[in-house]
């Protein structure tokens, strides 16, 4: 605003300038002729206090954006380097107050650079030849310590002044990642190198991606070869298909892993046998990355199992022949001593009646062991039910059989719950009755109930004969299992020593185990494991 008047004094114009006026003009022919000058004045007068206003109110703006920051944000003077501004973010991080810093320039906490360097730097900056820097550095705490920085600097004009602004982010939570990923791909790298089993990396389609020097040496292809190559080349014809049918069971579940056992085909055409653990990787969208495989040579183990099968196979033929052999000549002995003890008792004297009595009862306890060796030798033979067993049924119709046992000891057997198993009825029946028929025997009469049960842990049933009579001595509690031991106790030496090596056979036929435990307060509990 200008005040144009007809009449004035200094007084006058000292209020005019107070109440916002940029001028003050007489009326005169010469004010006339200078006032287009004087409006012009006027008007550049009036965009530098505007100009000025905004850049105020923009530094201030700015100011508290670079403070209420959470990444640190520095301004330092283009030409001098020293420090204008700095926000909270940085001087809580760096631990020096506004007043120290504004005596530093960035040198003074960037120990990494010199002036040359730090210049060079910039240089790009001055020039306009970039309109920003980023680059990494870092930063000296007062306390000497250090943290690394990833810097992004520019040249701005602030308050008609070159300043640089420099945002800096603290990386140190992203370094260490960085550096536990770099370790972790490190020791990736060494397992993968050193590993004796072979480890595979593969596409969803099967090809490979990666493959290590063991896989290398099983297969015996050359590493540039594999890579052109899928896990189903050198997958056996007979098995491709399967193999197809599991890579496909994992792309549609993250959480899978396939254990399997397969044959693999070496570069000469001949066969190896690999224990095979497949499991996918998935990203983030849940789509299927690639598949991770370890791979074992299980071939000696394999050759080894099929020569130990066919022994068994030997083993048990030759039990059943010569339990047949035992049998032929056994079955006479016994029915002559128990004519001749029927048909002469008053003929002869009490000594030979006790002699062909003892003939008699060995006789029996022959026919028994050899009755239990053909059942050790056919457990193998036996084959899987369609369908699963209710256990209840089997060990309900074994009590009618053994009742007048059971009435005779005096022993209250109590039933518990059962799971359902796919195990032979034959084998079922023969767990049961020698762990029963145990039980009745050894623990008859301790006035403790006999309890039968079982239960079910995911793929695998335990079956348990639990009694409350003396118990198994420690140091005998994995022998009883071995076949012909018999405890050192009187009554233990009954049985013929089988029974319980039949179990154990049992068990270990179908991926399980057999083991006793003492009976909480006394006794003995057997438990017997199977999958199925």
Not at 36 to 63: C, M, T
Not at 227 to 234: A, C, G, P
Not at 484 to 513: D, E, V, W
């Amino acid at each position: 605003m200008v005040i144009l008047t007809g009449q004035g004094d200094e007084q006058v114009a000292v209020e005019a300038i107070k109440r916002g006026a940029l001028d003050y003009v007489v009326k005169s022919m010469d004010s006339f002729a200078d006032l287009p000058y004087i409006v012009e004045r006027s008007r550049r007068e009036w965009r530098r206090i505007v100009d000025h206003r905004r850049a105020v109110r923009k530094a201030a703006e700015f100011g508290g954006l670079l403070d209420a920051s959470l990444n640190e944000i520095y301004t330092f003077d283009a030409e001098t380097l020293h420090f204008l501004q700095i926000n909270r973010g940085a001087l809580k991080n760096l631990g020096y107050s506004m007043d120290e810093l504004r005596q530093f320039t960035p040198l003074d906490i960037k120990p990494e650079f010199s002036w040359e360097s730090f210049e060079t730097l910039l240089q790009p900056l001055r020039s306009k030849a970039r309109e920003t820097a980023t680059f990494y550095s870092s930063h000296r705490r007062k306390d000497g310590s250090c943290y690394p920085v990833e810097v992004h600097l520019q040249l701005l004009t602030l308050e008609e002044r070159p300043v640089f602004v420099a945002m800096v982010l603290d990386i140190s939570d992203r370094k260490r990642a960085e550096d536990a990923l770099k370790l972790s791909e490190e020791r990736f790298r060494s397992i993968f190198e050193s590993a004796a089993s072979g480890v595979v990396m593969i596409s969803p389609d099967g090809v490979f991606k990666q493959v290590n020097p063991a896989f290398i040496r099983f297969v015996g292809y050359e590493e540039a070869e594999l890579l052109k190559m899928s896990v189903f080349d050198v997958t056996h014809p007979e098995d491709r298909e399967w193999t197809r049918g599991y890579y496909q069971l994992l792309a549609g579940d993250q959480n899978r892993i396939v254990d399997t056992e397969k044959r693999y085909l070496r570069k000469d055409g001949t066969v190896f046998w690999g224990h095979t653990s497949v499991a996918c990787v998935f990203g983030g969208e849940g789509t299927e990355e690639y598949c991770v495989g370890l791979v074992q040579d299980i071939t000696e183990r394999k050759r080894m199992e099929e020569q130990l099968q066919e022994l068994n196979r030997e083993l048990d033929a030759f039990v059943c022949t010569v339990s047949h052999d035992l049998r032929t000549p056994l079955t006479p002995i016994v029915g002559y001593a128990q004519y001749l003890k029927s048909a002469y008792a008053d003929k002869l004297d009490a000594k030979a009646l006790d002699l062909l009595g003892e003939i008699d009862r060995q006789g029996q306890v022959m026919a028994a062991m050899i009755e239990d060796l053909l059942n050790l030798a056919k457990v193998g033979a036996l084959k899987l039910p369609d369908e699963p067993l209710e256990v209840s049924q089997v060990v309900s119709e074994l009590l009618d059989v053994m009742a007048s046992q059971i009435a005779e000891s005096g022993v209250e057997i109590r039933v518990e719950d059962f799971p359902r198993v796919r195990l032979p009825r034959t084998l079922l029946n023969q767990i049961f009755d020698n762990l029963i028929g145990n039980a009745l025997r050894y623990a008859g009469g301790g006035g403790g109930p006999i309890e039968v049960g079982g239960l079910r842990e995911k793929d695998r049933v335990r079956l348990f004969v639990r009694d409350h009579g003396p118990g198994i001595p420690e140091e005998e509690r994995e022998k009883i299992f071995e076949a012909f031991f018999r405890g050192t106790s009187g009554k233990s030496r009954r049985g013929t020593g089988i029974g319980l090596a039949t179990i154990k056979k049992i068990a270990r036929l179908f991926g399980g185990r057999a083991w006793v435990e003492e009976t909480p307060g006394g006794g003995a509990t057997f438990w017997v494991e199977l999958v199925g």
